[in-house]
């Protein structure tokens, strides 16, 4: 597999959306007039609505690529654990949503928790939205304060977000490849926040030990 010496992140391409413009970084692997030429292309109304495919294909020719910088890629951080949840047994309680916002914000507030269940009441297989802990986190490149602001935590290998750093500026949020994403930001503090896996707790994600029917389960990096 070959691989781009000396790899940096210099091309921001700013796609025209309502409301928040997605902000996209690629690695050097373009030269500079071939990046601006294609940030010129997406001033075409063709390339607006076919961004989410060409994000897509995109991250798989630079994968492909292989693009490294000191022995790591730039599009990979190491391999953390993960939430998984299981729609068969989940009850739809809330039980997880109320102890994250209590665990992480001192409040009984669904809207502030890290995760949230989606209820479906007709089929009772209810579903569950949490930050996947990508292993190509593009909250994390995207940020404009990477490893200050959006971190990766050196023993867990999760991403968490620095509150003393955040700027609330929503890169991390537009970056984020869910819908809904899977990040949010705090009107109230003007922070972002997301599942970090209650980073730091000694027993683990409170969702999960709390969970009355163990619908949810931490699969660590190892097993993962």
């Not at 010129?40 to 390339?47: A, E, I, S, V």
């Not at 790591?72 to 102890?99: F, Q, T």
């Amino acid at each position: 597999m070959a691989h781009v010496k000396r790899a940096r992140y210099i091309s921001q391409f700013q796609i025209p959306n309502s409301g928040n413009p997605r902000l996209f970084f690629i690695p050097q692997v373009l030269s500079k007039q071939e990046s601006l030429f294609a940030n010129q292309c997406f001033n075409f109304p063709l390339f607006t609505h076919c961004k989410r495919v060409f994000f897509l294909l995109l991250k798989v020719v630079l994968s492909s690529c292989g693009v490294r910088s000191e022995g790591k890629s730039m599009l990979e951080v190491h391999k953390s654990g993960v939430l998984v949840h299981d729609p068969h047994v989940c009850a739809g309680c809330g039980v997880c949503e109320v102890m994250c916002s209590l665990c992480h914000e001192g409040v009984l507030g669904p809207a502030l928790a890290r995760s949230h269940i989606i209820r479906r009441p007709f089929t009772a297989e209810h579903g569950h939205n949490v930050c996947r802990q990508c292993s190509s986190p593009g909250c994390y490149f995207a940020c404009p304060l990477k490893d200050k602001a959006m971190c990766v935590d050196g023993t867990t290998a999760s991403t968490y977000v620095n509150e003393g750093e955040c700027t609330g500026c929503g890169m991390c949020v537009a970056a984020c490849p869910f819908d809904p994403p899977q990040i949010k930001i705090n009107a109230e503090k003007n922070v972002a926040f997301k599942c970090d896996l209650c980073r730091g707790r000694e027993g683990g994600p409170i969702c999960v030990e709390y969970c009355p029917f163990q619908a949810l389960k931490f699969v660590s990096k190892a097993e993962r």
